[in-house]
């Protein structure tokens, strides 16, 4: 679809009057989230972009002053050309950092929150070096080695070890173009530090993350979680970094348990200022 003079391509199941967005991580896109796709259709509209630059949507014109708001802008962009006035809002990861970002740029575009294997808060120093270092790395030879140092953080010992097929298949879905790579870990590296918002999210949240998350261990996952109030938390074993695809049958149990429990789209009312 072409939002604002840019081409933003999505994926999208399912009808109804409750929306779900779902925000893939990093470096992956929409098509991360087929379990939930082939499972959650029958419980509400689910839309899955791909974020500028991944799978098929349009690379950031300047990737090295790419930011989380222009993330933002890209969903909201979507939101608004889909006519989505108020969504469940969701992301892992990387999509969980442009979900913190969006609560705070639209609050009254989200109706609740599902935020998988992310964090709340920015970057430590070293993460930052870290990522501008793989940003040297991908302009002097391109993506290929530090595709699969990447790919080695986000499955679990039990993927890993056990499910070659899975591995493979996550190791497809990190091909894209080296601007991509380079935007992301730019908007990553810059993002803001939400930490101080969670105690003030009055949107119904679901929080998620596998057992065996390396990236965003479940202590430090519940260490915010714990800050957002009213929240759940759902720890899913045998499931690394990509609980969704690791661990797609618990992770789509707690979803739509959650989406139950969630007023009539339309019925809940979002606080007057
Ligand atoms: C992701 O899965 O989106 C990344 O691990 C996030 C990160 O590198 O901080």
Same mark, same amino acid.
């Given at each position: 679809m072409n939002v604002d003079g840019v081409q933003v391509s999505y994926l999208e199941v399912g009808t109804g009057e409750r929306a779900v967005v779902l925000l893939h991580g990093f470096?992956?896109?929409?098509?991360?989230w087929a379990p939930q796709l082939a499972t959650l259709s029958p419980l509400a509209r689910i839309v899955a972009p791909d974020l500028?630059?991944?799978? /098929?949507s349009d690379v950031a014109p300047e990737p090295l002053r790419h930011t989380m708001a222009d993330y933002v802008a890209q969903v909201a962009g979507l939101l608004r050309a889909l006519g989505l006035q108020r969504v469940v809002l969701g992301g892992l990861s990387m999509g969980g950092y442009v979900a913190f970002s969006f609560l705070r740029r639209h609050p009254e575009l989200v109706e609740a929150l599902v935020l998988a294997d992310t964090r709340a808060a920015a970057d430590a120093k070293e993460v930052a070096d870290r990522r501008s270092a793989q940003q040297d790395q991908i302009v002097a030879e391109g993506t290929t080695a530090l595709r699969e140092s990447f790919l080695e953080g986000l499955l679990g010992r039990t993927t890993s070890e056990g499910r070659p097929a899975l591995v493979r298949r996550v190791r497809g879905l990190t091909?894209?173009?080296p601007d991509a790579f380079l935007a992301a870990l730019q908007a990553m590296k810059s /993002?803001?530090?939400?930490?101080?918002d969670l105690p003030g999210i009055e949107v119904p949240t679901l929080v998620l993350v596998g057992e065996e998350d390396r990236l965003s261990p479940p202590a430090e996952v519940r260490a915010w979680q714990e800050a957002i109030p009213g929240s759940r938390l759902a720890v899913l074993p045998?499931?690394?970094?990509l609980s969704n695809l690791e661990a797609p049958d618990d992770f789509n149990a707690a979803v739509a348990a959650f989406l139950a429990d969630l007023p009539p789209p339309g019925s809940a009312v979002y606080p007057e200022d």
């Open positions: 470096p992956l896109r929409a098509e991360m500028a630059g991944f799978g /098929r091909d894209h173009p /993002r803001p530090d939400c930490s101080a045998r499931a690394g970094h």
